[in-house]
């Protein structure tokens, strides 16, 4: 038995996708790069395409790989598009995935290679991250059959940045210029602002893992972490506890050391915001995260060795505390973690 694990809520996972998909009135391609923002890019893929997901996003052909066929009339994009011919032999027996083309030399390579076979273009409306110039857009309509025309927002998790207006604004004309393809551009927290940013198709990653991206977001935590206590001690008042001394019992306290750690991506930066649940009792983390070990204060608790004891993590409190963001919080965590769905 593993002494630590993160366990998965597939139901939590498709209420999330089924109010993404109600806020944001159009069908939904799922962001499962990173391996599905660390918890699994199979198991999420395989819960969606049941609830009806019929587009997932990955990064890279390397990516669109290792997910394999998502299942029975679904696509696959690759965000990072058709960078050169080494991705051909992917490309010629991934046969469901579209590239999301982002440059004239993407547009040209993917014309030249799979000429005929459709692809999305990604557009930069001010993010300027990955995008054609809007200029670049009819020509790149003209040399390849575009599904879907993107553009992502910078600061739509930041409600009233005047930005999103000005991407809002030039996506428009981007969309007015290409009536034959249909058009994305909501992630998360455009979604959870509002319609207006829907289009023909939204692209939720966060808030279908729980993050809440927004103060409109309405995510249910999808995971839990769960671990055992290894060793049990009692210590006096004033006894240091972990690394560099920097907790002393205020009285005398009864400490459970669990394996978690930061190389199970539990940030050091995280232990003043965390507690466990043992029981109907929430027992505070103290001392040091060390690399995989953790102590937890369980005086007040009824705690016996061997026991789990269980983090819910709310990543938008986690995240406001402690200046990581949601998504850095996610993709850490389940590395090493074995996962359990239920
Ligand atoms: C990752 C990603 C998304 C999903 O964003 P969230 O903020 O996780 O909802 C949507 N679109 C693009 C282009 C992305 O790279």
Request: contains cysteine.
């Amino acid at each position: 038995m593993q002494p630590s694990r993160l366990v998965l809520d597939r139901t939590a996972l498709v209420a999330n996708y089924r109010w993404h998909e109600a806020r944001a009135g159009v069908p939904l391609a799922a962001a499962v790069k990173a391996d599905g923002y660390g918890l699994g890019a199979r198991p999420v893929v395989a819960a969606l395409h049941a609830a009806g997901c019929r587009a997932f996003l990955v990064s890279t052909f390397a990516e669109a790989d290792a997910l394999g066929h998502p299942g029975e009339g679904a696509s696959v994009l690759v965000l990072h598009g058709f960078t050169g011919e080494e991705e051909a032999p992917l490309a010629q027996r991934l046969p469901w995935v579209r590239p999301v083309l982002s440059t004239a030399r993407q547009v040209a390579r993917w014309a030249a290679a799979f000429p005929g076979r459709p692809a999305d273009l990604m557009v930069d409306t001010g993010m300027n991250r990955l995008g054609l110039a809007p200029a670049e857009v009819a020509p790149a309509c003209a040399a390849v059959a575009v599904a879907v025309v993107h553009s992502h927002l910078a600061t739509a998790d930041e409600p009233g940045h005047p930005l999103t207006e000005r991407q809002l604004e030039r996506f428009r004309e981007v969309v007015a210029a290409t009536p034959g393809a249909a058009h994305a551009l909501a992630n998360s927290a455009a979604i959870a602002a509002g319609p207006r940013f829907s289009f023909d198709l939204a692209r939720p990653g966060l808030g279908l893992y729980g993050g809440r991206p927004h103060p409109a977001s309405d995510s249910r935590p999808v995971l839990r972490l769960e671990a055992r206590v290894l060793q049990l001690r009692t210590v006096p008042k004033g006894a240091p506890v972990g690394y560099g001394a920097t907790w002393t019992a205020p009285r005398p306290s009864r400490i459970a050391t669990i394996n978690l750690g930061y190389a199970d991506g539990v940030p050091r930066a995280l232990a003043p915001h965390l507690s466990f649940g043992a029981g109907d009792r929430r027992c505070p983390v103290v001392g040091r995260i060390s690399m995989d070990l953790m102590a937890v204060d369980v005086t007040e608790a009824e705690v016996s060795e061997g026991d789990w004891l269980v983090l819910e993590p709310d990543l938008a409190r986690l995240s406001a505390r402690s200046g990581l963001s949601q998504y850095e919080l996610l993709t850490g965590l389940a590395r090493r973690l074995p996962r359990t769905w239920r």
